[in-house]
């Protein structure tokens, strides 16, 4: 993105778009998993309630930061431009 401070295409718009669309379904996505790795055998195997209590906390407070750790870190990486390459072109210094 080369228009800091200008109007921006429609293209680097729909990129952006794009972007935050992957970004939240990816990091909703860690974060289900998490939660569910972390909190489900307290249900699973219908611990005490202390000891479940204590899993569904720490899962829910896990699942939280993994979701903005994900968000942050992608958007990040689009900003810097760290996209991987396509596959069939060629990069400008090969």
Not at 25 to 33: D, E, Q, R, T, W
Not at 48 to 76: E, I, M
Request: glycine residues 14%; charged residues 15%; hydrophobic residues 50%.
């Amino acid at each position: 993105m080369d228009s800091y401070g200008g109007r921006r295409t429609q293209g680097e718009r729909d990129a952006i778009t794009v972007e935050i669309g992957y970004a939240l379904c990816s990091a909703a996505f860690a974060a289900a998993v998490l939660f569910g790795a972390l909190a489900g055998p307290a249900y699973l195997f219908g611990l005490p309630g202390g000891v479940r209590d204590v899993l569904v906390g720490s899962g829910a407070v896990s699942a939280v930061v993994v979701f903005f750790v994900r968000v942050v870190s992608v958007l990040v990486r689009f900003a810097r431009g760290d996209q991987p390459a396509r596959l069939g072109r060629t990069h400008p210094e090969s």
